[in-house]
C-alpha cells in the first residue's frame, strides 16, 4: 500500500505490523484514527516518524531479537565472500571461463575485525569472528572497556584507534543524524589499503560516494554492502559500477528463520 491507500488502512486499524519498506511518515499520521500501536517487524525504526507517532499517542515498538543471527551470518557470509572473490569467480565460470591467477584470497584467520557498535548483532558478528580465530577490536560508546573485554573484544579508544588496525570493518548502529557519514573519505584514508568494510546495519552510515572513489583509488581494497541510503537502491547508486564490491539487497534479516522470528514476536 502507498499514499492515501496506506493512509486509509492505517487510520482503519488498531494497530499495523511492518517490514522496512513501508514508510510511516508525519503526513500519514495527522490523522490517524484509532491508530494506536504500530510494530517494526524487525530492529530499526528509521522507516517511522517515531516523533510524529509518539505526538498523536501512537506507540512504536520493534523486535530486537528475532534477526539477529541472521543478520550476523549475512555479515560473516559478505565477509567470505569478499576476501575469496566468490562472486567474481562464480561469474567467470557461468561465463564459460576458468581464472585461477585472477582470484587470489585472502585468509581470515589471523586478521583483524573492527567492530563498530557491540550490541546485539554486533557481538554476534564479534563471536563467529573469533571462532574463525580472528582479533577481534570493537568501539561502542555505551559499551564499557571492562565489559568488551569480558566479551573477548578488545576494546578501541575511538575511531581513530581501531580504523587503522581493522583488516575488516563491520558497523553495527542504527543510522541516526549523528551515525550519517560516520565513515566517510577522511575515515577511509585512515585504514589500511587492503582494509575491507562491510555494512549490514542501514545505508549511508558509510559514506556511499566516499566508499566508491576509495574503492576506484585503492585507498581500500574491497567492500560488502546490504544496505543502501536510498531503498531500493537506483540505478546510479555508486556502489553498483565501484570495483570489489559484493553487493546484497538488504538480504540481512531474509531468512526463514529470522522471518518467523519477528512474527512471533
Ligand atoms: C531490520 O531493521 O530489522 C532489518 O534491516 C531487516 C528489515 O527489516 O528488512
Not at 510494530?39 to 505526538?55: C, E, N, Q, S
Not at 557461468?94 to 591467477?101: H, L, S
Not at 539487497?249 to 519477528?262: F, K, M, R, Y
Amino acid at each position: 500500500l502507498k499514499g492515501d491507500d496506506l493512509k486509509a488502512a492505517l487510520q482503519a486499524a488498531d494497530a499495523v505490523i511492518c517490514r522496512s519498506q513501508p514508510k510511516i511518515t508525519a503526513d500519514l499520521l495527522e490523522f490517524p484514527g484509532k491508530l494506536r500501536a504500530i510494530a517494526r517487524a524487525g530492529v530499526g525504526v528509521d522507516t517511522i516518524d517515531v516523533p510524529a507517532a509518539t505526538k498523536k499517542g501512537i506507540v512504536v515498538m520493534n523486535t530486537p531479537g528475532g534477526n539477529t543471527v541472521s543478520a550476523a551470518e549475512h555479515t560473516i557470509a559478505l565477509m567470505f565472500a569478499l576476501a575469496r572473490q566468490v562472486p567474481a569467480a562464480d561469474a567467470v565460470m557461468k561465463a564459460g571461463g576458468w581464472d585461477r591467477n585472477k582470484f587470489l584470497g585472502t585468509q581470515l584467520t589471523g586478521k583483524t575485525l573492527g567492530v563498530i557498535g557491540l550490541g546485539r548483532i554486533g557481538l554476534e558478528v564479534a563471536k563467529r569472528a573469533k571462532g574463525l580465530g580472528m582479533e577481534v577490536v570493537g568501539f561502542d560508546p555505551f559499551v564499557t572497556s571492562a565489559r568488551a573485554a569480558e566479551l573477548g573484544v578488545t576494546p578501541a579508544n575511538g575511531l581513530a584507534d581501531l580504523l587503522p588496525k581493522a583488516d575488516f570493518l563491520t558497523v553495527h548502529i542504527p543510522l541516526t543524524p549523528e551515525t550519517k557519514g560516520l565513515i566517510g573519505s577522511k575515515e577511509l584514508a585512515a585504514m589500511k589499503k587492503t582494509a575491507r568494510l562491510l555494512n549490514v546495519a542501514r545505508g549511508g552510515i558509510i559514506d556511499e560516494q566516499a566508499l566508491a572513489d576509495a574503492l576506484k583509488a585503492g585507498v581500500v581494497a574491497g567492500a560488502g554492502v546490504d544496505v543502501f541510503s536510498t531503498e531500493p537502491a537506483p540505478a546510479d547508486n555508486p556502489l553498483r559500477g565501484a570495483p570489489n564490491v559484493v553487493l546484497t539487497p538488504h538480504l540481512g534479516a531474509s531468512t526463514v528463520e529470522a522471518q518467523e522470528n519477528v512474527a512471533v514476536e
